[in-house]
């Protein structure tokens, strides 16, 4: 399977703190994405970072991609309360008839305490 | 614009019994992707049409289908329902399929919470 797998399951911190989220994937990508989603609703897109970035910032969003070790990391800064949601990642595959099919990983859940 | 809309936001079902589902893309966008999420698998793929053809199937029995209209909406159907089958269904839309050169993103809807009683 090419799903990616976030880790820690589950970060609770307190507003200001900075927080990260790692994910890692098994074959080739294209591109890795990041996700949110609050309480069961739909996903809102964060950010992109393709096969040949190393690193990507958005706001106070920081991503990171290391493809010899198929792992990525999702830097928030400053947290919010209204940061608190789940957060996923997915990845493309590498080429062929699934191309442009998205691979989640089970998700963080994020919680930050005001 | 208006962003992904998805109908109905809330469904409840009995074993045994069928569903469709509704997807209307982002005006303009030709490509519409389905996914499930539930708590034990997470989301996984379930198919992409694009130009209402079918061009990607994720790994689903036959009961799930879907098809695409003219006007890229989309409908996924759910016949002979099981308890298993519970889960939000999200649907996404992209202006046209993603290619090895170009990413086209995906902008979620809300998703259709189905419970299977």
């Known amino acids: 399977s090419q799903q990616g797998e976030e880790d820690p399951q589950a970060l609770s911190i307190q507003e200001g703190e900075n927080a990260t989220m790692n994910c890692s994937y098994k074959t080739s990508i294209n591109n890795l994405q990041w996700y949110r989603q609050n309480s069961g609703r739909g996903l809102v897109h964060l950010i992109l970072i393709r096969s040949n970035e190393r690193e990507k910032h958005s706001g106070r969003l920081r991503v990171t991609l290391d493809t010899s070790k198929k792992s990525s990391s999702l830097l928030i800064t400053a947290s919010r309360a209204a940061d608190t949601a789940s957060y996923f990642c997915a990845t493309d595959a590498g080429g062929g008839s699934t191309l442009g099919r998205l691979y989640f990983g089970r998700g963080t859940q994020l919680t930050v305490w005001p | 614009k208006a962003g992904v809309t998805q109908t109905p936001r809330y469904l409840i079902k009995t074993r045994g019994q069928q569903v469709t589902l509704s997807c209307s893309p982002i005006?303009?966008?030709?490509?519409v992707s389905w996914y499930q999420q539930t708590p034990g698998q997470g989301l996984q793929f379930l198919f992409e049409y694009f130009s209402e053809t079918q061009r990607n199937k994720g790994n689903f029995p036959g009961r799930f289908s879907g098809r695409q209209f003219s006007n890229s909406r989309s409908e996924m159907n759910v016949s002979t329902l099981e308890l298993g089958d519970s889960a939000l269904y999200l649907c996404a839309s992209s202006q046209r399929p993603s290619d090895r050169y170009h990413y086209n993103e995906q902008f979620f809807g809300p998703g259709t919470r189905l419970t299977v009683l």
């Open positions: 005006s303009g966008h030709r490509s």
